[in-house]
């Protein structure tokens, strides 16, 4: 049977140096874990052929669909503050490019498929987990409604990879809306090439900010655009309590999508020092210093774009800072209002920040769950019972003091206790990917070949707004014996 891919590729169409074309490396006996039939229909491919022995080959790299141009992208990046002028695609292969049912292009790539130009000592690979943990979690933000790559699939290879010890290795179909990254203009600029920064921010504007076209200044309007976009971004983050670990500039997209999951977490118990990757021994990236690492990052953004801005250095510098400027009032604005409506506040009154944040300090000292405290704020918003978010907190002192403010505050505003419930569940997630549940996943998946808690897991979080009675094992947070305290890049 012919697996057909509509592909339409727009990047393989740029100049030479922007990438190395590169097919992926045949594997020994691909398997179809998972395919994601919703995601392909969204992208007008036919799941019934993904799903056949032809399909399951092309997904595993083991065979190169009608139409595609497989291509390693270059790119480089600031890693943990140290620049590496070349890094690119070292174990991903973008396939091709599609145009989804909505008229959005969306990029397909395989991300394990084997060695390219930029693998530098790295085998090209993926094992098993990592590639279980990036279908998760990428798939649990999107239905949490935060912007995202996304998972088409998931095939195990019928190799092993070596890391610590031999694993099952994988291949992860990967969907974005691009896979171009801060680093990807980092390495032009770092090669003094301005030409090619212009092709590529023109590029990146004609497919991720076409309503700038016409402007004006259209690399001003990109660099706010981008601003924008990823102070959205991160007040979402925030919002859900979700940490990302590795907040390089080779893992931030110009189009605002997370990417590149690799020892990401949603915390458990609140505490904004949390730091989730083994090799962030000093806090970069953690929870609350996300915000300050995206804005760093986003200079390093402006940075590449300062030729393209004015030819007098002073000037381009002023006006980029002028940008960068905005990022925190765009930020504070996200997040601010997403406190709001996580608190059940429809308007806005002076004293609401300092409500929210004796909330998190209370969260803080009493140990509280983040995403059961607000599911359970929300539940009581609709009477007048907060015993069942009391109990989250070992302390409840601070607790104490404040639910009666919180209380007070409600009665300020002109919504019906249904209508503030209502619109408080459809923030507060009852359901993320808690650590806990998706090691014992990769477990049951890497040593019993058992992936059914894997599906089960999947189905859970692709509603995470709604009370799931059967599974409400699935919102608690982890025991004791069960907590996981760091995830390792897992490559
Ligand atoms: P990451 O930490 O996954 O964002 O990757 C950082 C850089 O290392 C990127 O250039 C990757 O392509 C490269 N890389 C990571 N793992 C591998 C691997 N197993 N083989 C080759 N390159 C890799
Ligand atoms: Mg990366």
Known sequence: ????????????????????????????????????????????????????????????????????????????????GHFVPQLGDGRAILLGEVVDKNGIRRDIQLKGSGPTPFSRRGDGRAALGPVLREYIVSEAMYAMGIPTTRSLAAVMTGEAVYREGALPGAVLTRVASSHIRVGTFQYFAARRDSEAVRQLADHVIARHYPEIGAAERPYHALLDAVITRQARLIAQWLLVGFIHGVMNTDNTSVAGE?????????????DPKQVFSSIDE????????????????????????????????????????????????????????????????????????????????AMTAGQADFTLTFRRLSDAAGDSDDSKVRALFQDPAGFDEWAPRWRQRLAEERQTPDERQAAMRGVNP?????????????????????????????????????????????????????????TFCGT
Not at 31 to 36: D, S, V, Y
Not at 258 to 270: E, K, S
Not at 469 to 482: G, L, S, T
């Open 1 to 80: 049977m012919t697996v057909h891919f509509p592909f339409q590729n727009s990047y393989a169409a740029l100049p030479d140096n922007f990438f190395a074309r590169v097919a992926p490396t045949p594997v020994a006996a691909p398997r179809l874990i998972k395919l994601n039939r919703t995601l392909a229909e969204e992208l007008q491919l036919d799941p019934k052929e993904l799903e056949t022995p032809e399909g399951t080959e092309i997904l595993a790299g083991k065979s190169v669909p009608e139409g595609a141009d497989p291509i390693a992208m270059a790119y480089a990046g600031h890693q943990f």
């Open 258 to 270: 997370t990417i590149d999951y690799g020892p990401c977490a949603f915390m458990d118990a609140y």
């Open 282 to 361: 000093f806090g970069r990236y953690a929870f609350a210093n996300q915000p300050r690492i995206g804005l760093w990052n986003l200079t390093r953004f402006a940075e590449c774009l300062l030729p393209l801005l004015d030819d007098d250095k002073d000037t381009a510098i002023k006006q980029a800072e002028a940008a960068l400027d905005g990022f925190a009032e765009q930020f504070t604005a996200a997040h601010q209002a997403g406190l709001r409506r996580k608190l059940g506040l429809s308007t806005e009154r002076e004293g609401d920040q300092q409500l929210a944040q004796a909330l998190f300090d």
């Open 430 to 486: 009852a359901f993320i990917p808690r650590n806990h549940r998706i090691e014992a996943v990769i477990a049951a998946a890497v040593r019993d070949n058992d992936f059914a808690p894997f599906e089960e897991l999947i189905a859970v979080l692709a509603k995470p707004y709604e009370d799931q009675p059967a599974y409400a094992a699935y919102a608690e947070p982890p025991q004791p014996e069960e907590r996981v305290l760091q």
